[in-house]
């Protein structure tokens, strides 16, 4: 019985060594167009500035599509999945915001998107982006100065850049304008004020 387990064990060892082949044999010439292959449709690091410059164009023409009111052009930034949380904490998709300005419930009048931050993916495709909003805003009927920081996480598709989520928040307390620090100390904690 002993002899029998013994050859099963070395049967299946050499089974074993003869299908994987030493590492070196993995790697063999053969395998080389293959690895070309794969490092080549890796895509390059995007070019960060021309990205960041991209972003912000982008948020100076929502910037002017809001200050205009007008439902439809805001509603060509937005992707068709989109969530804003907004400053009362109530989540609102694509179609309601839209409606929103449609029906004349929310309006802006000389809203300014200031100190603008932009951190892209690599890949250029994507970032996240934040910026101090000020202006009014009347909502449902009720005129408002607007002093809050926005976050948004926007994606670059076929047809140009869209907003895929966002975030309003009110700025208290008599902050009237954020800390300004570059995007490389925006991964620090912030001091408090």
């Known amino acids: 019985m002993r002899k029998t387990i013994t050859l099963i064990t070395a049967l299946i060892g050499m089974a074993l060594m003869s299908s994987c082949g030493s590492p070196a ?18 895509k390059p690091a995007a070019d960060s500035a021309a990205v960041e410059a991209d972003v912000k164009k982008f948020i100076s023409d929502f910037e002017v599509a809001l200050n205009k009111n007008d439902a439809d052009a805001v509603g060509k930034f937005y992707n068709d999945d989109y969530t804003l949380i907004d400053q009362d904490g109530v989540m609102q998709t694509k179609a309601s915001r839209v409606e929103q300005i449609r029906s004349g419930k929310v309006k802006w009048e000389g809203l300014k998107f200031a100190d603008t931050k932009v951190r892209a993916h ?9 910026a101090h909003a000020t202006g009014k805003t009347t909502i449902d009927g009720k005129t408002g100065d607007r002093n809050s920081m926005v976050t948004w996480v926007v994606r670059k598709g076929a047809d140009g850049w869209h907003f895929l989520h966002a975030q309003i928040t009110d700025v208290k307390g008599g902050a009237s304008k954020p800390a300004n620090e570059t995007p490389a100390a925006a991964n620090t904690a912030p001091a408090n004020k």
Do not use: L, M, Q
């Not at 993995?26 to 490092?39: Q, S």
């Not at 690599?122 to 934040?130: I, K, L």
């Open 25 to 42: 044999a993995n790697n063999t010439a053969a395998n080389k167009p293959a690895n070309a292959a794969n490092n080549a449709s890796a």
């Open 122 to 130: 690599p890949a250029g495709d994507g970032a996240v982006v934040y």
